[in-house]
T-cell receptor
């Protein structure tokens, strides 16, 4: 058990809809990362937050947004969903941003299916 | 930009065979290097890491050495088990704190 909790585990929704994915980091971890894993694109970095502030941005679509709350949990919002958004979305956390060799601890992911 | 290249899978081995999964990277500066493993239905787990040139990371019989001269971080294990069947990801973290993954290599170990 990595200590990172993601909910829900599975989500099935229709095109055009909006969903929210939730992540609780390991106790004490200040950084949260979001990744998208799909068969054709592999594991893609979306966005990183550190102690409530956005720190790094990857291949995140404008239809997607995220935030980290004062209690350090994070939410990833996906809107105007398309079939191609179907993927496994992972959240990961790490202790500090200052230690760039600090490993990430991953949750078990949320599997999103857009029909 | 920074990137990681892994050998394509799947890699199919018999139990107790020797494993090598190749990984090379492109990066500015001095990144840290990692191997993660993903078992079916689970998230990624850190397998081992190395933070500077010539460091050797090791865990559960797996090893990888940070080779700056060849920009490589190949994963090896002397004797694989059926329970090692999983997808293995090589990754680097640069000074911008992004963890960049390779495409993953599926390992299948047959009894």
């Amino acid at each position: 058990d990595s200590g990172v909790t993601q909910t829900p585990k599975h989500l099935i929704t229709a095109t055009g809809q909006r969903v929210t994915l939730r992540c609780s980091p390991r106790s004490g971890d200040l950084s949260v990362y979001w990744y998208q894993q799909s068969l054709d694109q592999g594991l893609q970095f979306l966005i990183q937050y550190y102690n409530g502030e956005e720190r790094a941005k990857g291949n995140i679509l404008e239809r997607f947004s995220a935030q980290q709350f004062p209690d350090l949990h994070s939410e990833l919002n996906l809107s105007s969903l398309e079939l191609g958004d179907s993927a496994l979305y992972f959240c990961a956390s790490s202790a500090q941003q200052g230690q760039y060799n600090s490993p990430l601890h991953f949750g078990n992911g949320t599997r999103l299916t857009v029909t | 930009g920074n990137s990681v290249t892994q050998m394509e899978g799947p890699v199919t081995l018999s139990e107790e065979a020797f494993l090598t999964i190749n990984c090379t990277y492109t990066a500015t500066g001095y990144p840290s290097l990692f191997w993660y493993v993903q078992y079916p239905g689970e998230g990624l787990q850190l397998l081992l890491k190395a933070t500077k040139a010539d460091d050797k990371g090791s865990n559960k019989g797996f090893e990888a050495t940070y080779r700056k001269e060849t920009t490589s971080f190949h994963l090896e294990k002397g004797s694989v088990q059926v329970s090692d069947s999983a997808v293995y990801f090589c990754a680097l973290m640069d000074s911008s704190y992004k963890l960049i993954f390779g495409s993953g290599t599926r390992l299948l170990v047959r009894p």
